[in-house]
């Protein structure tokens, strides 16, 4: 990510909040990206609600 130096005069604030604005779609895509990969990696391991228990810890079973 590129560096955002606050800008110090009026003029400038409308090129300040264009590049804040672009910085910010590029970290939001790359982070969304990322989230897709990663689900698609455990969604055969995806847990049915119905297959849930009140009490029940997923993945460690019931409370005794």
């Not at 590029?26 to 990969?37: P, V």
């Amino acid at each position: 990510m590129d560096k955002i130096v606050f800008p110090s005069k009026k003029k400038n604030w409308l090129k300040y909040l264009r590049k804040l604005k672009e910085s910010l779609t590029k970290s939001i895509g790359t982070e969304s990206s990322r989230s897709d990969i990663a689900l698609d990696g455990v969604a055969e391991f995806e847990i049915q609600w119905e297959e849930i228990a009140l009490g029940e810890r997923v993945g460690l079973g019931l409370l005794s």
